[in-house]
């Protein structure tokens, strides 16, 4: 009751009154990261805040039956965000529950239940994410620049400033969310583009990294082009990454910052780095949830003449060869996340992993400074990350230390749906890096 309580104090009926909204979006994220939503007037408001706008969990990738009752997604009214491009409409991230209890197996609640766990040592987690995109043809069949041809075309400004009017606003919007945006550029591949803001604490940085996608697609559409966050969508160009950068904090404190350590680094940040680089493998079928997203890592070099992607769990200090980079004192990036990866196990994942980490004391032992690209056979001790999505999945129904941070219970839900899925492309396809990305992967993953 006292929740309800604090949730209705922010009574969103009065707030639509201020801002003018006309609409809701009542959102959810399923497990394959799909944004799910319910059109709500605002005349309606007030009752679904209460009791929640109802969906049927199995018409989504959610583990539920026909047979099940309904579930209610409950709004937080802290994520509300006014659509900057369409103001009459207001999006809310949601909390799923069913028959008066939360789902366990739906990635907000995932996350925040490791949150809870990770607030009774009195730290949170701040993050922030590096969400790459390509623009192409609606069609989904090539870059939308045919312009864009440099070899190496990474911070192309020609390629940047012809793409300006959507770079433009979809920067202008993120500026009047009071995202605090610092930075555009072209990326690695030809038509690929990185858009950067302010870290936070890691449930905002998630509800907005779902926002985010949501917003380049749509903006994307009104500019006669199409956004994928697809891990590969080409076979001859530098992926799709999402990078994330960790750090822990106790109130204005950052608890992984030492000043004087040769990274910066306090016990503590390699304690949870090292649970992280213990649980990577289970850990990729939530980073690196898709059949495509297997052709991003462990990849040959592309175009540009580097993947920019890992293939061996390793850290360094500021070398972008390694799964983890720590290019400043206090936090370090994970290099592994794909731009399929769901927003809220993205984050859900790496608390899990560092809490092992943190809990049993995990070493990560020395950092490495070489080129890992072309010297990874100096180091065959190393494992591997995996080849395949069935191997990610293997690791995964392993993991001890997985299942106990989620339930085993939600584990086994999410590798039964990501069966399914295989078994679908497995009658139709075969999974083979060395060969063309198959039209079921196009199908299935530019929009994720």
């Not at 059949?291 to 070398?319: D, E, M, Q």
């Amino acid at each position: 009751m006292a929740k309800l309580k604090k949730i209705m104090e922010k009574k969103l009926s009065k707030i639509a009154k201020i801002k003018k909204i006309k609409y809701f979006l009542i959102s959810f994220v399923d497990l394959f990261g799909v944004l799910r939503s319910k059109l709500v007037p605002t005349r309606a408001i007030d009752e679904m805040q209460k009791n929640g706008a109802g969906f049927a969990g199995f018409a989504t990738w959610l583990d539920m039956t026909p047979a099940d009752t309904d579930m209610f997604a409950i709004p937080d009214p802290d994520s509300l965000i006014q659509l900057p491009w369409n103001k009459e409409v207001g999006w809310l991230a949601s909390d799923l529950w069913m028959s008066g209890h939360p789902v366990k197996a739906s990635p907000r609640v995932m996350l925040k239940e490791q949150i809870k766990k990770l607030s009774t040592k009195n730290l949170i987690m701040k993050s922030g994410v590096e969400c790459e995109y390509f623009l192409i043809t609606p069609d989904g069949t090539k870059i939308s620049d045919e312009k864009d041809t440099q070899s190496k075309p990474c911070y192309d400004q020609s390629a940047l400033m012809r793409r300006y009017d959507l770079i433009k606003e979809i920067c202008d919007s993120m500026i009047e969310l009071g995202w605090n945006p610092y930075q555009n550029d072209h990326e690695d591949a030809n038509g690929q583009f990185e858009m950067n803001w302010d870290y936070t604490d890691c449930l905002t940085t998630a509800d907005r990294h779902v926002f985010f996608k949501f917003m380049v697609k749509s903006l994307a559409e009104k500019h006669n082009l199409r956004a994928t966050f697809m891990p590969k969508p080409f076979e001859n160009l530098t992926g799709n990454g999402c990078h994330a950068h960790i750090s822990l904090w106790d109130g204005k404190e950052n608890k992984f910052l030492e000043i004087g350590e040769k990274l910066g680094l306090s016990r503590m940040a390699y304690n949870f780095l090292g649970g992280i680089m213990k649980c990577a493998q289970p850990l990729s079928s939530f980073f690196n949830p898709t059949i495509n997203s297997y052709r991003r890592i462990n990849a040959p070099p592309t175009k540009s003449g580097a993947s920019w992607s890992p293939s061996s769990i390793s850290y360094s200090g500021n070398n972008r060869t390694h799964m983890i980079r720590v290019p400043d004192p206090g936090r370090f990036e994970l290099r592994l996340m794909d731009g399929s990866s769901n927003p809220y196990l993205l984050q859900a994942g790496v608390i899990a992993a560092g809490l092992y980490g943190l809990n049993n004391k995990i070493d990560p032992g020395e950092p490495l400074s070489c080129n890992m690209y072309t010297e990874y056979k100096k180091y065959p001790d190393l494992k591997k990350l995996p080849e395949k999505i069935e191997d990610s999945l293997n690791e995964l129904n392993n993991s001890k230390e997985i299942k106990e941070a989620f339930g085993e219970d939600v584990i086994n839900s999410f590798i039964k749906l990501k069966n399914m899925e295989i078994e679908e492309f497995n009658k139709v396809e075969t999974f083979d890096k060395t060969r063309k990305i198959t039209d079921w992967e196009k199908q299935n993953t530019l929009d994720c």
